[in-house]
C-alpha cells in the first residue's frame, strides 16, 4: 500500500553485480587471464518497502546483507537491475539537481570533508554548492555546531580531529543544505561509547525539529534501539521482516527471567503457577514469565515469599538479532 | 545562471578552498614544477647543434622557444585521469556524485589552483633562466601575453577533456591511466615539447597537425616567443578539438555514471 505521504517507496528492488570468478592458484590465475570467467552476484533481491514522512526506520542486516547496496540505490549512486524506486518523488539513478538537495547519505567509514583544511572551508564549499548565502550558511552552521557541541574543532585540519570530532564535522557538511531525506551507514561506526551517545542524540534532535526522514545502518543496536522504532531485516539481499522493534522483539522473546533468591526453604512445585520454572537449587529460583503477566506475577511472588534478591532480565536486543539472521526467518 | 551546478559562487568557493588546499602542498609542487625542466634539456641538446640555425631559428629564438614551452607545460599540465582513478577506486566519487556540482568541475578548479600555486616557482625558474641566459630576455607585449594566456587555456581545456575522457573509462576500466600513458608518448613526440613542429619531416607535420598535440605546447609557446605562426588558424583548431572532445565527454560520463558500483564506499 502507498500512503499519502510516503517518502521513500521501494517495489521489487534488485541489483545484480557481475563479478570475476576465479579459482585460485597459478593454474586458476592462467586459467582466468586465457577464459575469463564472472558470474552474477544478486546482492538485492526483489525488495520492497515504504517509509512515510519523518519516520525513523533501521535497517539490520549482517554484512554483504545489502544494505549498503540498497541504500545505494536509494540515494542515486548505483542504477538497480530491475525495480521501482521512488525517493521524495524523484527516480534516485537520474540524480536529478532538486533531488540531490534533498538527500544526503552519510557514511561511517568514509568521509567527504578536505582532509588537509579546517571543517569550515568543506562547510563554506559546501554552502556555495547547494546555493545557501552566507549569512543563512553562518546560521545554519551555528546551529548545527550547537547541536553536535562541536565549535572550536571546525577551525582545526580535518586530519587533526579525533574520529569522534570528525565524524559531527561530517554529520554537519551532510546537513547543511537540511536535506529532508537521510541515509546514514554506520554513521557510528568506531565511535567511544559517548560519542555514539552524542550522535543518537543529535540524530533525535534533528528528526524532531526538520521532522526529516532517515533510514539507518548500524552494527550497534543501541543506534537502532534508541532511534528506530521500525526494522527492516534483510539478509542474502532479501528483506524477511518489516515492522516494529518492539513487536519483533515480543515475538522473538515473549517472555521475561526473573531470578529470585529466597530465605527459606521452598518446594519447586510452588512456583509452576507464576510461570515456566527453569531452575530451582540453593533457595534460588528462575523462572521465565510472560511479559504481559511480569507487574502481577512479580507481586505476587514477592507478597507470597520470602525474598532476599530479585532480578528481572531480557535477553539482549542485539542477541535475538543474531538468532534471527543465524535462522534467516522471523517466526 | 549553472552550468552542470556551476555558478559565480560556486567556482569562487571551489577555487578558493582548492587554492588553501594546493598551498598546503606547496613544496610538493614546487618540486613539480622542477620536474617540467625537460625543455631546458632538450634546448642544451639543441644549442649543441647547428640543426636550429638550419631549421631558421634565429639568435636566441630557440632559447625562447623552449623557455616558453617549459612555461606552456607548466600552466597547462593536466593530471584528472589519476586523481579520478584513485577517487573511484577509493569511493572518495560517491559524495561528489551526491552533490548538484558536476564533479569534473572540482578537478577542473583544482588544476586551476595548482596552476596559481606554481605561477611564482615557474617565474623563478624563468628568472634563473634569464640569469644563465641573458641573451634571451625578452619581454613580450601586453597583446602577446593576453593571447599566450587564451591558447595556454584553451590547450589546458582540450588535455582537460581528453584526460577526462579516458578518466570516464574508468567506470568501465579502473585501471584507464594505463591508456593516458600510452597516450604520453605521441603527445611527448608531437606536442613540441621535445623539439619544435617545424623541425619534423614534411609528412609527420602534415599528419600531427590532424591530432590536437601541436596545439598544446608548440602553438602557444611559438605565440609567446613571437616566433611566426599562424595565430587565428591555432585558435580556429583549439576551438574545433574543444567542440569535438566536450560532447565526447558528456556522453561517455553519462553513460558511465550508471555503470559506476561506487567500490570502497
Same mark, same amino acid.
Given at each position: 500500500?502507498?500512503?499519502? @505521504?510516503?517518502?521513500?517507496?521501494?517495489?521489487?528492488?534488485?541489483?545484480?553485480?557481475?563479478?570475476?570468478?576465479?579459482?585460485?592458484?597459478?593454474?586458476?590465475?592462467?586459467?582466468?587471464?586465457?577464459?575469463?570467467?564472472?558470474?552474477?552476484?544478486?546482492?538485492?533481491?526483489?525488495?520492497?518497502?515504504?517509509?512515510?514522512?519523518?519516520?525513523?526506520v533501521g535497517f539490520l542486516g549482517?554484512?554483504?546483507?545489502?544494505k549498503?547496496?540498497t541504500l545505494?540505490?536509494?540515494?542515486?549512486?548505483?542504477?538497480?537491475?530491475?525495480?521501482?524506486?521512488? +525517493?521524495?518523488?524523484?527516480?534516485?539513478?537520474?540524480?536529478?539537481?532538486?533531488?540531490?538537495?534533498?538527500?544526503?547519505?552519510?557514511?561511517?567509514?568514509?568521509?567527504?570533508?578536505?582532509?588537509?583544511?579546517?571543517?569550515?572551508?568543506?562547510?563554506?564549499?559546501?554552502?556555495?554548492?547547494?546555493?545557501?548565502?552566507?549569512?543563512?550558511?553562518?546560521?545554519?552552521?551555528?546551529?548545527?555546531?550547537?547541536?553536535?557541541?562541536?565549535?572550536?574543532?571546525?577551525?582545526?585540519?580535518?586530519?587533526?580531529?579525533?574520529?569522534?570530532?570528525?565524524?559531527?564535522?561530517?554529520?554537519?557538511?551532510?546537513?547543511?543544505?537540511?536535506?529532508?531525506?537521510?541515509?546514514?551507514?554506520?554513521?557510528?561506526?568506531?565511535? @567511544?561509547?559517548?560519542?555514539?551517545?552524542?550522535?543518537?542524540?543529535?540524530?533525535?534532535?534533528?528528526?524532531?525539529?526538520?521532522?526529516?526522514?532517515?533510514l539507518l545502518t548500524?552494527?550497534?543496536?543501541?543506534?537502532?534501539?534508541?532511534?528506530?522504532?521500525?526494522?527492516l531485516?534483510i @539478509?542474502?539481499?532479501?528483506?524477511?521482516?518489516?515492522?516494529?522493534?518492539?513487536?519483533?522483539?515480543?515475538?522473538?522473546?515473549?517472555?521475561?527471567?526473573?531470578?529470585?533468591?529466597?530465605?527459606?526453604?521452598?518446594?519447586?512445585?510452588?512456583?509452576?503457577?507464576?510461570?515456566?520454572?527453569?531452575?530451582?537449587?540453593?533457595?534460588? +529460583?528462575?523462572?521465565?514469565?510472560?511479559?504481559?503477566?511480569?507487574?502481577?506475577? +512479580?507481586?505476587?511472588?514477592?507478597?507470597?515469599?520470602?525474598?532476599?534478591?530479585?532480578?528481572?532480565?531480557?535477553?539482549?536486543?542485539?542477541?535475538?538479532?543474531?538468532?534471527?539472521?543465524?535462522?534467516?526467518?522471523?517466526? | 545562471?549553472?552550468?552542470?551546478?556551476?555558478?559565480?559562487?560556486?567556482?569562487?568557493?571551489?577555487? %578558493?578552498?582548492?587554492?588553501?588546499?594546493?598551498? &598546503?602542498?606547496?613544496? &610538493?609542487?614546487?618540486?613539480?614544477?622542477?620536474?617540467?625542466?625537460?625543455?631546458?634539456?632538450?634546448?642544451?641538446?639543441?644549442?649543441?647543434?647547428?640543426?636550429?640555425?638550419?631549421?631558421?631559428?634565429?639568435?636566441?629564438?630557440?632559447?625562447?622557444?623552449?623557455? %616558453?614551452?617549459?612555461?606552456?607545460?607548466?600552466?597547462?599540465?593536466?593530471?584528472?585521469?589519476?586523481?579520478?582513478? &584513485?577517487?573511484?577506486?577509493?569511493?572518495?566519487? %560517491?559524495?561528489?556524485?551526491?552533490?548538484?556540482?558536476?564533479?569534473?568541475?572540482?578537478?577542473?578548479?583544482?588544476?586551476?589552483? &595548482?596552476?596559481?600555486?606554481?605561477?611564482?616557482?615557474?617565474?623563478?625558474?624563468?628568472?634563473?633562466?634569464?640569469?644563465?641566459?641573458?641573451?634571451?630576455?625578452?619581454?613580450?607585449?601586453?597583446?602577446?601575453?593576453?593571447?599566450?594566456?587564451?591558447?595556454?587555456?584553451?590547450?589546458?581545456?582540450?588535455?582537460?577533456?581528453?584526460? %577526462?575522457?579516458?578518466?570516464?573509462?574508468?567506470?568501465?576500466?579502473?585501471?584507464?591511466?594505463?591508456?593516458?600513458?600510452?597516450?604520453?608518448?605521441?603527445?611527448?613526440?608531437?606536442?613540441?615539447?621535445?623539439?619544435?613542429?617545424?623541425?619534423?619531416?614534411?609528412?609527420?607535420?602534415?599528419?600531427?597537425?590532424?591530432?590536437?598535440?601541436?596545439?598544446?605546447?608548440?602553438?602557444?609557446?611559438?605565440?609567446?616567443?613571437?616566433?611566426?605562426?599562424?595565430?587565428?588558424?591555432?585558435?580556429?583548431?583549439?576551438?574545433?578539438?574543444?567542440?569535438?572532445?566536450?560532447?565526447?565527454?558528456?556522453?561517455?560520463?553519462?553513460?558511465?555514471?550508471?555503470?559506476?558500483?561506487?567500490?570502497?564506499?
Amino acid at each position: 500500500m502507498i500512503f499519502p @505521504d510516503t517518502v521513500i517507496d521501494v517495489d521489487r528492488l534488485t541489483k545484480t553485480y557481475r563479478v570475476a570468478d576465479k579459482d585460485p592458484g597459478l593454474v586458476g590465475t592462467f586459467k582466468h587471464f586465457l577464459a575469463r570467467k564472472t558470474c552474477d552476484i544478486c546482492a538485492v533481491k526483489e525488495v520492497s518497502f515504504s517509509i512515510k514522512a519523518g519516520e525513523m526506520v533501521g535497517f539490520l542486516g549482517a554484512n554483504g546483507a545489502g544494505k549498503t547496496t540498497t541504500l545505494k540505490m536509494l540515494c542515486g549512486l548505483i542504477c538497480p537491475t530491475s525495480g521501482y524506486v521512488k +525517493v521524495a518523488g524523484f527516480s534516485p539513478k537520474s540524480r536529478q539537481s532538486e533531488f540531490l538537495r534533498q538527500i544526503t547519505l552519510v557514511m561511517g567509514q568514509k568521509q567527504q570533508l578536505i582532509w588537509d583544511l579546517p571543517p569550515l572551508d568543506s562547510l563554506k564549499l559546501n554552502a556555495a554548492v547547494y546555493g545557501i548565502g552566507p549569512r543563512e550558511s553562518r546560521y545554519r552552521i551555528n546551529e548545527l555546531a550547537d547541536m553536535l557541541e562541536i565549535g572550536e574543532e571546525l577551525t582545526r585540519p580535518v586530519r587533526k580531529l579525533s574520529l569522534g570530532q570528525r565524524m559531527k564535522a561530517e554529520l554537519l557538511a551532510s546537513l547543511l543544505h537540511r536535506p529532508s531525506v537521510l541515509f546514514l551507514d554506520e554513521p557510528t561506526l568506531g565511535l @567511544d561509547v559517548n560519542a555514539q551517545a552524542k550522535v543518537r542524540a543529535f540524530l533525535s534532535e534533528y528528526n524532531r525539529r526538520t521532522g526529516a526522514t532517515v533510514l539507518l545502518t548500524s552494527h550497534y543496536m543501541a543506534d537502532i534501539t534508541v532511534l528506530c522504532p521500525r526494522v527492516l531485516l534483510i @539478509d542474502q539481499g532479501k528483506i524477511f521482516h518489516d515492522g516494529q522493534l518492539d513487536a519483533l522483539v515480543e515475538s522473538l522473546s515473549p517472555n521475561r527471567q526473573v531470578r529470585l533468591e529466597l530465605n527459606q526453604d521452598v518446594s519447586p512445585e510452588a512456583f509452576e503457577a507464576y510461570g515456566e520454572l527453569k531452575d530451582c537449587e540453593n533457595r534460588v +529460583v528462575r523462572l521465565l514469565i510472560p511479559r504481559h503477566q511480569l507487574t502481577e506475577a +512479580v507481586t505476587k511472588l514477592l507478597a507470597n515469599f520470602d525474598v532476599i534478591d530479585l532480578e528481572v532480565n531480557d535477553q539482549p536486543i542485539d542477541e535475538l538479532i543474531g538468532t534471527i539472521f543465524r535462522a534467516g526467518k522471523v517466526k | 545562471m549553472k552550468l552542470a551546478g556551476l555558478s559565480y559562487q560556486v567556482a569562487r568557493s571551489l577555487l %578558493s578552498t582548492q587554492y588553501a588546499y594546493m598551498l &598546503e602542498y606547496r613544496a &610538493e609542487i614546487a618540486l613539480w614544477a622542477l620536474s617540467g625542466l625537460l625543455p631546458f634539456i632538450m634546448l642544451s641538446l639543441w644549442s649543441n647543434t647547428q640543426a636550429g640555425l638550419d631549421l631558421g631559428f634565429k639568435g636566441f629564438e630557440l632559447s625562447r622557444y623552449f623557455l %616558453s614551452a617549459f612555461l606552456v607545460r607548466q600552466f597547462s599540465v593536466v593530471w584528472v585521469v589519476y586523481a579520478f582513478e &584513485e577517487d573511484a577506486l577509493l569511493g572518495r566519487l %560517491s559524495p561528489y556524485l551526491l552533490q548538484p556540482l558536476h564533479p569534473l568541475w572540482r578537478y577542473a578548479a583544482s588544476h586551476l589552483a &595548482e596552476q596559481a600555486t606554481r605561477f611564482p616557482f615557474a617565474l623563478c625558474i624563468a628568472g634563473i633562466f634569464f640569469v644563465i641566459n641573458p641573451g634571451a630576455f625578452w619581454l613580450p607585449s601586453l597583446w602577446i601575453l593576453l593571447l599566450t594566456w587564451l591558447a595556454t587555456l584553451m590547450s589546458f581545456t582540450i588535455s582537460f577533456l581528453l584526460q %577526462s575522457l579516458i578518466a570516464a573509462l574508468c567506470f568501465w576500466n579502473e585501471k584507464a591511466s594505463a591508456l593516458e600513458r600510452l597516450l604520453f608518448v605521441p603527445y611527448l613526440f608531437l606536442s613540441g615539447l621535445l623539439a619544435p613542429i617545424s623541425s619534423f619531416p614534411p609528412e609527420v607535420r602534415k599528419w600531427s597537425s590532424l591530432t590536437p598535440f601541436p596545439y598544446l605546447i608548440d602553438f602557444p609557446a611559438r605565440v609567446l616567443s613571437g616566433l611566426n605562426v599562424d595565430v587565428l588558424g591555432g585558435f580556429c583548431i583549439q576551438i574545433l578539438w574543444i567542440c569535438i572532445l566536450l560532447p565526447l565527454v558528456i556522453v561517455l560520463w553519462r553513460l558511465g555514471v550508471r555503470k559506476y558500483t561506487a567500490m570502497g564506499a
